[in-house]
C-alpha cells in the first residue's frame, strides 16, 4: 500500500471512494468539483490517498486551524476495509499534523458509526461526553 497526497486530477475516485464507502456527498457545496480543488490548494489541508496497484481505495482530509487538527471524511473501499488502511491513514494525517507542531488531533464521529468510533478509540482517542457539537450552515449543501 502507498499513500500519497490526492491531486484535482482525482476528483472522481475521491467521490468514488466516500459514495463506495457511505459517506454522504455534497455535490452542490463543500464537495463539488470546483470546492475540492480550492480545498486541495490550501496549506493547512492535506488530501490523501491509500492506493493499492494504482487503485485507489482509501481517502482521508487532514487539516488544522493552527492549534488543533482534524480527521475528516475517512473512507476506505469496502472490499479493502478492516485491513488496516483507515489506522495508516490516520496515523500518517498524524504525522502530518505533528510536523506542523501541531499536537491535539479531533474527529468528529456521527453516533450511529460504531465502526469509526471503535476505530478512533483503539488508536487512543479519548471520547468527550461533556462536549457539545454546534454548527451553523448557509445551506444544505455546505
Not at 491531486?7 to 475516485?13: G, S
Not at 489541508?45 to 487538527?69: P, Q, T, Y
Not at 510536523?99 to 476505530?119: H, P, Q, T, V, W
Amino acid at each position: 500500500m502507498i499513500l500519497r497526497s490526492l491531486n484535482p486530477e482525482e476528483y472522481d475516485r475521491i467521490i468514488e471512494v466516500w459514495e463506495r464507502s457511505g459517506l454522504p456527498i455534497k455535490r452542490f457545496g463543500r464537495d463539488s468539483r470546483e470546492n475540492i480543488e480550492k480545498q486541495m490548494r490550501d496549506d493547512h489541508l492535506l488530501f490523501l490517498g491509500a492506493f493499492e496497484n494504482d487503485k485507489l481505495i482509501g481517502v482521508v482530509i487532514v487539516n488544522h486551524e493552527g492549534r488543533k487538527g482534524w480527521i475528516n471524511r475517512l473512507a476506505v473501499l469496502p472490499e479493502y476495509q478492516r485491513r488496516g488502511v483507515a489506522s495508516k491513514l490516520v496515523e500518517y494525517g498524524e504525522n502530518w499534523l505533528r510536523e506542523r507542531g501541531i499536537k491535539i488531533y479531533a474527529a468528529l464521529i456521527e453516533d450511529y458509526n460504531d465502526r469509526s468510533k471503535k476505530l478512533f478509540k483503539k488508536l487512543g482517542y479519548k471520547f468527550h461526553d461533556d462536549i457539545f457539537y454546534y454548527s451553523k450552515r448557509e445551506s444544505d449543501e455546505t
